[in-house]
């Protein structure tokens, strides 16, 4: 089944606490891309990445590193999670660049 | 300053009626236009897209209409069904100035069918 899987779904933290969120796809797309979802903002794209090795800033990429060493995975690091980056987070994949995309089902992170 | 708008309200609409959801957008020039589903606690699921040379695209009880001269989408939703509640974005695909496109989303409508 074509999917892209997020893990953790849940995640309670505390300020200062390095964490990564995996995302892997098996539709081996391409371009991937992180989002953040907020009430009364909609998506916001964090980082994405055009292929292995290439990764760009989206719209709100401070307090986050992503890398893309495998073209399946995609994970987004924390450095030091702060309350203001408590949100949902989505990843996502595509064949190309802007093309239609698959999310993943979501990661909700609360940051204390 | 750009900006795509969606209905923040929740429409509600009886079943079997037809549900129209619009998007509009101001200083974009969008190369196409992109439908999504999400449900609560989901991550959003594609259902259309339509380039800026159609007018309109079609699947199932789904319609998409596109006016670059309006600019504005309208989403809609035929026979509608209990099954069909949810938040629907619309996304558009930006043209960069320095090179480029990306995708940019709307906050998204909720719709509700009731009974």
Sequence with gaps: EAQVTQNPRYLITVTGKKLTV????????????????????GLRQIYYSMNVEVTDKGDVPEGYK???????????????????????????????HAGELFF????????L | SQKIEQNSEALNIQEGKTATLTCNYTNYSPAYLQWYRQDPGRGPVFLLLIRENEKEKRKERLKVTFDTTLKQSLFH?????????????????????GGGNKLTFGTGTQLKVEL
């Design chain 2, 77 to 97: 939703i035929t026979a509608s069904q209990p099954a069909d509640s949810a938040t629907y974005l619309c996304a558009l695909d930006i043209i960069l100035t």
């Design chain 1, 66 to 96: 992503v890398s893309r060493k495998e073209k399946r995975n995609f994970p987004l690091i924390l450095e030091s999670p702060s309350p203001n980056q408590t949100s949902l987070y989505f990843c996502a994949s595509s064949i190309r």
């Design chain 1, 22 to 41: 995996t995302c892997s796809q098996n539709m081996n797309h391409e371009y991937m891309s992180w989002y953040r979802q907020d009430p009364g903002l």
């Design chain 1, 104 to 111: 993943g089902e979501g990661s909700r992170l609360t940051v």
